[in-house]
């Protein structure tokens, strides 16, 4: 009863001077081994089941480093289910938002916060940082508890820099840059040789009302395969560009950005693909819950110049386009799983027989108790190729990827299910191998 008041106080006093508690720290009180041990016989029967539902956490360190609750496998068995998605911020860092769903005896317990995580951490500090967080959220649940005893609040002081962040001056005015060489790959067999690579630059500037990104690209490979006649098949495939665009936010639920795109691509006959595309959309939602649910409407009309290697199918080695496309969208992440569905639908003014239509799901349900179901389909209905190729096609070409193949559809498909049972609890943790 006196911690719980005693805490009350200090959270009180913290937000009446605009401060916050930047972190709990959470300590057993001292006394014997004997007497530990035997306070710990008497409230292991007490911690609340926790369900930490994270795609990107370390699930053992979180469990090893927080021993002060019972984790469980299912959140049909928990007392507090713990929801936590990520996303990356325009600094280069990342933003947790945790949400604590109560059930049982703490079922009018609901919220959510975010917690910010700098790009310059290192990882064994983005773990600590995420471990404080989940601390401080637990709080107001582990003080209705018998364990409210053997917990005290620590509250740290703010440092120089962080006593007025609202005037920080930004020396990069909100930019990132990024240099990457995300995948050099080189592979040797007595009769076969494989490389690839990939390289390339991010510029990108986010505010509340700007998100502009300049990011050129280079994808390159290289394969040989010596046969039987002493000749060797060799495949050389590049995929170079620019992706660019510039947004503006128009209130919470629109936005209208330009989209500036160049492409190079030997297997699918681009020598030079320009593209320029103005666009607008709209949000269902307000933009800022749209990391939990969102619906969106987007519209582009744009200009595309095209430079051929070959001749294609319609006798053209360039040509001036105009198309537009229209994409729906909807999003949900939610404790029961996870849905991600969108259809595109876009053509050539010239000729609008020149159309495609794509399909998309991505869906990850928790049925019930151990059961879990997630597929994820693709379906395009394909007949806008204008760079196909004149003539017939080498077989060598085809095997090896150098060029495309006509299609009227796509479609790609996967299905997962799993069903877990057995002992509902979670709390062991084993790295052994």
């Known amino acids: 009863m006196y911690v719980k008041a005693f805490c009350h106080i200090i959270s009180s006093f913290l937000s009446a001077r605009g401060l916050t508690l930047s972190f709990l720290l959470i300590f057993m009180l001292p006394g014997t081994a004997e007497a530990l041990f035997e306070s710990e016989k008497k409230l292991v029967s007490t911690r609340p089941t926790l369900y930490l539902d994270c795609q990107q956490c370390d699930y053992n360190y979180i469990r090893q480093e927080l021993d002060f609750v019972t984790y469980v496998r299912d959140p049909e068995a928990s007392d507090i289910h713990l929801f936590i998605t990520v996303q990356w911020v325009g600094n280069g860092g ?50 209705k508890t018998p364990l409210a005893e053997n917990f005290r609040i620590q509250y740290e002081p703010l440092r120089e820099d962080q006593m007025y962040v609202n005037d920080v001056h930004d020396p990069w005015n909100n930019w990132v840059f990024e240099v990457y060489a995300g995948r050099i790959q080189l592979e040797m067999e007595s009769n076969q040789r494989d490389f690839q690579s990939r390289w390339g630059f991010f510029a990108d500037r986010v505010t509340h ?87 969106t409407f987007r519209y582009r009309i744009g200009y595309t110049y095209v430079d051929y290697y070959d001749v294609t199918i319609f006798d053209k080695t360039q040509e001036q386009l105009l198309n537009h496309r229209l994409e729906a969208r909807a999003r949900y992440q939610k404790p029961w ?8 639908g876009s053509h050539y003014f010239h000729d609008r027989t020149l159309r495609r239509l794509q399909t998309y799901s991505r869906f990850s349900i928790r049925l019930t108790e151990g059961l879990s179901l997630s597929f994820q389909t693709d379906f395009d209905i394909v007949q806008d190729q204008l760079s196909l190729r004149a003539g017939e096609l080498k077989l060598e070409d085809i095997l090896m990827a150098q060029q495309e193949l006509a299609t009227d559809f796509s479609l790609r498909g996967l299905v997962a299910i799993s069903y877990t049972f057995g002992s509902d609890f979670a709390n062991i943790v084993n790295t052994r191998f």
């Open 337 to 344: 799983g996870s849905i991600n569905i969108g259809v595109i």
């Open 209 to 295: 009302d700007w998100k502009i990104r300049f990011r050129p690209y280079f994808n390159y490979s290289f394969s040989e395969i010596d046969q039987d006649d002493g000749n060797s098949a060799v495949s050389h495939n590049h995929r170079h560009g620019i992706d660019s665009y510039v947004i503006k936010s128009l209130g919470d639920h629109w936005s209208a950005g330009l989209f500036l795109n160049y492409l190079t691509r030997n297997d699918r006959n681009y020598k030079h693909n320009f593209r320029l595309q103005p666009g607008i959309e709209y949000s269902l939602f307000p933009y800022d819950i749209a990391t939990r649910q969102s619906i």
């Open 94 to 143: 990342r933003e947790y938002e945790l949400s604590y769903i109560g059930r049982r005896a703490f079922s009018n317990m609901n919220y959510t916060f975010t917690h910010s995580i700098d790009r310059n951490m290192t990882n064994s500090e983005i773990r600590d940082s995420l471990n404080d967080a989940i601390m401080l959220g637990l709080a107001p649940f582990m003080m």
